[in-house]
T-cell receptor, first 112, second 111 residues
């Protein structure tokens, strides 16, 4: 069982539609990070959220950290084919020496 | 800027062979990680090093050993490769609470 559960595992939508990816845990995190990974490459950071209830926007991407710092969501508005990729959430906890633990990822495909 | 450099990028091993994956970072980070990535499993932590001279097991350490040679370098060794170790391996570095930077990965096949 992974510390961070992501859902859904796969998401295929038409260009212009909206989508939401969820990242849930029973543990409290010091911070949560969202990464995007392209085929054949390592993950690249999109955003870090550190405060419960925090909302961050990155162009068409909106990230939210739950009030209790146990969960997070990524919402993409008007998705484009360039948003296609593997989205990974990662969390660190002071009680776990700040080791970065990842969810299983959500594969997003945006069809033109 | 090189960032995190991993070698090799591809490797095929026979069952029972050994090999070392090399990783070096030039960002002066204290923390370094080795992950493996398998379909549907995300990134699973193999070993972690919080600073030079310290290492700690992650979620899936069995069959692996690591060496934090200095602040820049963190190597991963497979003493006797098994087909279950076929995977893509990523090295990463970071400072506490901040962005992790990843190498491009090593695609390892054990036959």
């Amino acid at each position: 069982t992974q510390l961070l559960e992501q859902s859904p595992q796969f998401l295929s939508i038409q260009e212009g539609e909206n989508l939401t990816v969820y990242c849930n845990s029973s543990s409290v995190f010091s911070s949560l990070q969202w990464y995007r990974q392209e085929p054949g490459e390592g993950p690249v950071l999109l955003v870090t959220v550190v405060t419960g209830g925090e909302v961050k926007k990155l162009k068409r991407l909106t990230f939210q950290f739950g009030d209790a710092r146990k969960d997070s969501s990524l919402h993409i508005t008007a998705a484009q084919p360039g948003d296609t990729g593997l989205y990974l959430c990662a969390g660190e906890r002071r009680t776990n020496d700040y080791k970065l633990s990842f969810g299983a990822g959500t594969t997003v495909t945006v069809r033109a | 800027n090189a960032g995190v450099t991993q070698t090799p990028k591809f490797q095929v091993l026979k069952t029972g062979q050994s090999m070392t994956l090399q990783c070096a970072q030039d960002m002066n980070h204290n923390s370094m990680y080795w992950y493996r990535q398998d379909p549907g499993m995300g990134l699973r932590l193999i070993y972690y090093s919080a600073s030079e001279g310290t290492t700690d097991k992650g979620e899936v350490p069995n069959g692996y050993n690591v060496s934090r040679l200095n602040k820049r370098e963190f190597s991963l060794r497979l003493e006797s490769a098994a087909p279950s170790q076929t995977s893509v391996y990523f090295c990463a570095s970071s400072e506490l609470g901040r962005e992790a930077f990843f190498g491009q990965g090593t695609r390892l096949t054990v036959v």
